[in-house]
């Protein structure tokens, strides 16, 4: 069974930073690991995946302040924010891709202005 668990969310102002952590246990080697986010009201939107070749990928809004990285262990992935904006806030969610996709439950970030 896989299970994909995030944490690092939490309540930040403007401008701070913070680090999300995923981990996918239960497969061998996923393709490729992502976060997603969802507002409320809004529909998910892609934050930045990374693959197996440590290609990335980026949304527009959160280039040159978010990183998304490997960690050493595998299936693991971080997600650095900086120069958070309330326009951030939401529910970042982790993705393991391999054949299928696995998400994880969720981390509430919450950016205060």
């Known amino acids: 069974q896989v299970h994909v668990v995030e944490s690092g969310g939490g309540l930040v102002q403007a401008g701070g930073s913070l680090r999300l952590s995923c981990t996918a246990s239960g497969i061998f080697r996923a393709n490729a690991m992502g976060w997603y986010r969802q507002a409320p009201g809004k529909q998910r939107e892609l934050v930045a995946t990374i693959t197996s070749s440590d290609s990335t990928n980026y949304a527009d809004s959160v280039k040159g302040r978010f990183t998304i990285s490997r960690g050493n262990a595998e299936n693991t992935v971080y997600l650095q924010m900086n120069n958070l904006k309330p326009e951030d806030t939401a529910v970042y969610c982790c993705?393991?891709?391999?054949?299928?996709?696995?998400w994880g439950q969720g981390t509430q970030v919450t950016v205060s202005s």
């Open positions: 993705r393991a891709t391999l054949t299928f996709h696995y």
